[in-house]
Each structure stands twice: as structure tokens, then as C-alpha cells.
């Protein structure tokens, strides 16, 4: 495992699924973490579970969509932490239906959490790493967001546009030794997938060549990696974690 150690960082929508996990797999890099999500229940049960590994966690109650939640939530962590070196926009949240038929308020939501969230965070992160001259900002995209999902125009458009803010702040802040890059997950063993039927499932797995849904491990990985010194010359860069489904 690359070795994080002195570093700190932020993990949105870390209450479950793949944030969870790449909150746990950050501190066992060797990272300060601090938890950001909504439900303060699962926040405190992660941050327990990673003391008692040995590291150290900090819970940040944040709604993600809620740009004075979000500054009110950055200034806990600085004030925690003194520092942040590794921002993860995680955060996410799904109001499916077909595009004819959407509601305002669906496409409105999934935007402003899965995408101007993002921004938001990412514009309170670069105040403490432009000022250290170093960081690393990970946008959690997704499969569909390459290759496009019926039922789900809001949730593609959102990930497809954290690929472009991602890409485009790349460009922008690269001078100062800030990478930011991309992990574009296949679809993973997380609450939301649980949903999807066994036969829906199966069907998924048909498509997949390495035959299975991924875990929110295999994303955890390729975090912790493009948080890692050794990512270092790779910025504006979208990893896919998808078992083969989509080869970009």
C-alpha cells in the first residue's frame, strides 16, 4: 500500500458505499481522515471503527449541496487538522426516471449534490493546498458517465460534468503542484446497487468481462493510489474501475 503518512484528508458521502471504504483505506495508508455525509450516526460508527485500527478520524456532518455547510465543514477540518493535502468528492445521490418525464426538482438535486457539490468542495479545498503548494483532489465519476444509462439523464450528466471539472481545474491549478484527477467506477457491490434485482444483477454480470460486480475495495485502491505520492506527473486523468465494461 502506498504510504500516506502526515497526510490529511476529506471524504464526502463516507457514511457508506465507496466512501466508506476510501475513508478506511486512506487511514490505513496512514492519512488523518476526516468523514463528511449526512447521516452522523454512520459518520461516528466509521470514525470508531477506524480508531480502533489505530488511526485517526474526525467526523463533519455536511450536506454537500449546502455551499455554507460546506464552508462551515472545511473550517472544522482546518481547525482539526491545521492542513489538508487530499480532498475525495464522493458525495452522490440518484433521483432516476426518463428524461421525457423528469421532474425539475430530480434533475435539480442530482446536479447540485453530485456536481456543484464537488465544485464547492473543491473551491474550499484549494484555499489550504494552494497556500501548501501541493494536494490532491480525487472526483468520483462513474461508468455511466461514459457511456450513458437510460433512466438516469440527471445522475449521467452530473458524473460526465465532474470528468469535465475535472479535466478543466487540472489545467488550472497544475502550477502549483495540485493534481486533480478522476476514478470512473463500473458498477460496485454498494447501497446503491443493493436495489437492483437478482436477476437485474445477473444480467449486469453478462456484460462485465471480468464477470462480477466490482467492490468498493477495488475503487478504494485506485483512491489511495491517486492520493499517493507516486501519482505525482498524472493530473486531468479519468482511472476506470470497471472490470472491462467500458474501455475508454
Known sequence: MFSLKDKVALVTGASQGIGRDAALALAEAGARVAVAARNEEKLAA????????????????????????????FKQVMEK????????NNAAITRDGLSMRMKLEDWEAVLKTNLTGAHLCTQQA????????????????????QSGNAGQANYVAAKAGLIGLTKATAIEIASR?????????????????DVLSAEVKEQLNTRIPL?????????????????????????????NVNGGMHLA
Do not use: C, W
Open 46 to 73: 466509521l470514525v470508531a471503527e477506524i480508531a480502533a485500527a489505530g488511526g485517526e478520524a474526525f467526523a463533519v456532518k455536511m450536506d454537500v449541496a449546502d455551499a455554507e455547510q460546506v464552508k462551515a465543514g
Open 81 to 88: 487538522f491545521g492542513r489538508l493535502d487530499i480532498l475525495v
Open 126 to 145: 484549494l484555499a489550504a493546498m494552494m497556500r501548501a503548494r501541493a494536494g490532491r483532489i480525487i472526483n468520483i465519476s462513474s461508468v455511466v458517465a
Open 177 to 193: 503542484n495540485i493534481t486533480v484527477n478522476a476514478v470512473a467506477p463500473g458498477f460496485i457491490e454498494t447501497p446503491m446497487t
Open 211 to 239: 464477470g462480477r460486480m466490482g467492490k468498493p475495495r477495488d475503487v478504494a485502491a485506485a483512491i489511495v493510489f491517486l492520493a499517493s505520492d507516486e501519482a505525482g506527473y498524472i493530473t486531468g486523468h479519468v482511472l
